[in-house]
Every structure is written in structure tokens, then in C-alpha cells.
């Protein structure tokens, strides 16, 4: 059974400043992985999906990297701003089912 | 405007009661999906549909009820079965294919007084 961890589960930094965002996966079997945002009571926007044959995306200041073999992504979110205060959340879509294992997410506050 | 909507956005519910929250797309989607989500807590799957009369029960279907009649909706029921159904609820889509993006609706909050 796939599971995804997301760690920091919550994180604050001033704004300006560069950070990384982590998921790791234990089955490496997967179809592709996707990062979303979640504003506090929303539904989730898709930021970034990445396919199981490439090692990155990037979009404006995210770039999401994918390295399967060791289980792991990683959202990088340049020079921060406050309105990056959000929930990130990454899923995972696996081989063996149309379904989409979610990580707990990782909380950001960007001060001004 | 193309997207999916939820209805309502709050929903309050006594105990022994059931209740059916609203998932409609209007993507030509062929998947569509339900989750539960916890305060603090990642999305946990309840039930899928990959087409048309046919779905699937997810990790914590237990409580729940789906039907897809149509392709553009897929309601769910939360039982009286449900011990602690007070949670917010996701719907969201695809297209069939696995490499593409899975998009959400607004949410519903569902409260048990």
C-alpha cells in the first residue's frame, strides 16, 4: 500500500526567502505525482503534475523534481511572498489503480 | 465557465440522518472522485467512478454511498451509519487517461449537531 509523508507539516518564513518543500513516497511505482495548493476552507488548485518519465516541472517560481527511485519530491518555491501562505499538498497516483494517495500537506506562512 | 461544483457549501445534519451532498462537472470527464478530509489531514478516498453505472470503493467507504447515472454527477450519501461524519468533503475529476491533472471542486462542510 502506497504512503506519502510530507515533511515539515507546517513552516514560516520571511518573505523574500527561497525554500523547499518535501514528499516522499515508499512504492516507486508510480504513474505521476502531483503538488496542490489548499487556501484555508478550498478546495485544492493543481500547481504542478509531474509524469513518471521526467525529473521536473516548472511553473513561473515553482519547480517540483521527481527522483522515483529514491522515493522522493521536492517543491521549490522562489523568493517567497505572502501570498504563497498556503497548504501544499502532493499526491501520488500509482500503477495498480486509478487513485491518488495524498500526503498530510505542509502548512507555509510567508511574513511579510 | 468548465469546472465542478459542490452543493451546498455548508451542510448540517442531526444524528440518525442521512444526507447527499452534490458533485456535478462539466468537463467531459469520464473519473470522477470523493474524499474526506480531517482538520490537519491529507484527503482519504471514499468512492470512484471510472465510468458510467460502475464505481469503486475507496479506503474508508464504510458508511458512504455513491451512484453515477450520469457522466457529469456523482452524489454521495453519508448514512447514519457513518459514526463521525463531521468533515469536509472534495469531489474532484479526470479524464480517464493516468497522466493527466485531477481537479477539485469547492468543498462542502459537513457538521453533525
Known sequence: KQEVTQIPAALSVPEGENL????????????????FRQD????????????????????GRLN??????SGRSTLYIAAS????????????RSTNAGKSTFGDGTTLTVKP | DGGITQSPK???RK????VTLSCEQNL???????????????????YY???????????????????????????????????????????????QASTDTQYFGPGTRLTVL
Open chain 1, 20 to 35: 523547499v518543500l518535501n514528499c516522499s513516497f515508499t512504492d516507486s511505482a508510480i504513474y505521476n505525482l502531483q503538488w
Open chain 1, 40 to 59: 484555508p476552507g478550498k478546495g485544492l488548485t493543481s500547481l504542478l503534475l509531474i509524469q513518471s518519465s521526467q525529473r521536473e516541472q516548472t511553473s
Open chain 1, 64 to 69: 517540483a523534481s521527481l527522483d522515483k527511485s
Open chain 1, 81 to 92: 511572498q505572502p501570498g504563497d501562505s498556503a497548504t501544499y499538498l502532493c499526491a501520488v
Open chain 2, 10 to 12: 455548508y451542510l448540517f
Open chain 2, 15 to 18: 444524528e440518525g440522518q442521512n
Open chain 2, 28 to 46: 467531459n470527464h469520464d473519473a470522477m472522485y470523493w474524499y474526506r478530509q480531517d482538520p490537519g489531514q491529507g484527503l482519504r478516498l471514499i
Open chain 2, 49 to 95: 467512478s471510472q465510468i458510467v453505472n460502475d464505481f469503486q470503493k475507496g479506503d474508508i467507504a464504510e458508511g458512504y454511498s455513491v451512484s453515477r447515472e450520469k457522466k457529469e454527477s456523482f452524489p454521495l450519501t453519508v448514512t447514519s451509519a457513518q459514526k463521525n461524519p463531521t468533515a469536509f468533503y472534495l469531489c474532484a475529476s479526470r479524464r
